[in-house]
């Protein structure tokens, strides 16, 4: 059964410095993806990354996936009060071609000043 | 161009009451997913379709089921809501590329 696990699951960040959020996943996996969630909408799609060594960058936000180590990561650059949200990775694995995703339990992050 | 939409955006059940949740898409996607999401807990499968004419039960199919209407819709059915089926309700939709894209969801209340 494939598990995808993110940290922390909560955190809260100071304006302007730098986070990380962590996305662990058990199976092989070529393709990832990374969501955000504003508070009673909807999910919006962030990121896809396709493959190992894959980077994406938009605004503040970056992310890379190491398909050895079966890790992503979301790196936050000077956060701002506008990336409050949570945030969700999700996996579909090799084994599925037809795009089913496991998700993650998602990180709520709250930025304050 | 809507991209997923859903109805209704709230309902209140009483248990053993039945529903349908109606979901549709204009993206010409081939393929359509219910989650449900509850705090802590993230998305989960309930059904998907791969394509029209196919339906396959996800991570916690039990008290629901679906109907692939045709290729752009998509339809969840509560038979005997339960209070366990409180939740919050997503459908999506993927095309070749694979990225989900998701309605604005069901709020939903069994009492």
């Known amino acids: 059964e494939l598990k995808v696990e993110q940290n922390p699951l909560f955190l809260s960040m100071q304006e302007g410095k730098n986070y990380t959020i962590y996305c662990n996943y058990s199976?092989?996996?070529?393709?990832l993806y990374w969501y955000r969630q504003d508070p009673g909408k909807s999910l919006e799609s962030l990121f896809v990354?396709?493959?190992?060594?894959a980077v994406k960058q938009e605004g503040r936000l970056m992310a890379s996936l190491d398909t050895k180590a079966r890790l992503s990561t979301l790196h936050i650059t000077a956060a701002v009060h506008d990336l409050s949200a949570t945030y969700f990775c999700?996996?579909?694995?090799?084994?599925?071609?037809?795009?089913?995703?496991?998700f993650g339990a998602g990180t709520q992050v709250v930025v304050t000043p | 161009n809507a991209g997923v939409t859903q109805t209704p955006k709230f309902q209140v059940l009483k248990t053993g009451q039945s529903m349908t949740l109606q979901c549709a898409q204009d993206?010409?996607?081939?393929?359509m997913y219910w989650y449900r999401q509850d705090p802590g807990m993230g998305l989960r499968l309930i059904y998907y379709?791969?394509?029209?004419?196919?339906?396959d039960k996800g991570e916690v199919p039990n008290g629901y089921n679906v109907s692939r209407l045709n290729k752009r819709e998509f339809s969840l059915r509560l038979e005997s809501a339960a209070p366990s089926q409180t939740s919050v309700y997503f459908c999506?939709?993927?095309?070749?590329?694979?990225?989900?894209?998701f309605g604005p969801g069901t709020r939903l209340l069994v009492l």
């Open positions: 999506a939709s993927s095309g070749a590329e694979k990225t989900q894209y």
């Open positions: 199976t092989t996996s070529d393709r």
């Open positions: 990354l396709l493959s190992n060594g």
């Open positions: 999700a996996v579909n694995p090799d084994t599925d071609s037809w795009g089913k995703l496991q």
């Open positions: 993206m010409n996607h081939n393929s």
């Open positions: 379709s791969a394509s029209e004419g196919t339906t």
